[in-house]
């Protein structure tokens, strides 16, 4: 395989599946969109942007399961931390059935030393694995609530933020709700 990680090395990818889909009443991840499941698409968008290896965070066969339940995006990454080597890591959630490597491309070949993410939007995002960001992630899961938050571990990388210029921003909607199901697949 060709290296596509900007001389960064392996890229990881990470599909953030392990919560409980509350608010869409069934599992997320199971979703059909284009003939497969969210789950299934998400892989296959990680492997098109150039991830060598991709995990997948939660209790589903060969996930790796959540130390905090019910942390959100952020424990699933902590959760991942402990199970995944340092580098480059391509974080994107379950959620988004219109992602492509198209979208994610550019977070890869952003130069930034931590995080980078498109403007207004925590997920998807580029986040370079090591010891700096194993302490931010401590640090972050030592809080509460809403204060335990992707975007509170971005601040605290100094992440980077790409203008929204050229991006279709229905490939970054995530469909936690039946709505936003209906939404995406009009």
Partial sequence: MADRSGGRGVIVGLVLAGGRSSRMGEDKALM????????????????????????????????????????????GIASAADALPDGEWLVIPVDMPRLHERVLRPLLSAATPAAVSWQGHPLPMRLTM???????????????????????????????????????????LNCNTPEEWNEANA
């Fill in 32 to 75: 059909r969109f284009g003939g497969r499941t969210l789950l299934e698409r998400s892989v296959e968008v990680l492997q098109s942007a150039g991830a060598e290896r991709v995990a997948i965070s939660g209790t589903r066969t060969g996930g790796i399961p959540d130390r905090w339940p019910g942390a959100g995006p952020v424990g």
């Fill in 130 to 172: 090591n010891a700096a960001t194993r302490e931010a992630l401590a640090g972050v899961m030592a809080l509460s609530g809403r204060e335990r938050s992707v975007f509170a571990l971005q601040e605290r990388l100094g992440a980077a933020r790409l203008p929204l210029d050229g991006i279709d921003t229905r490939c970054l």
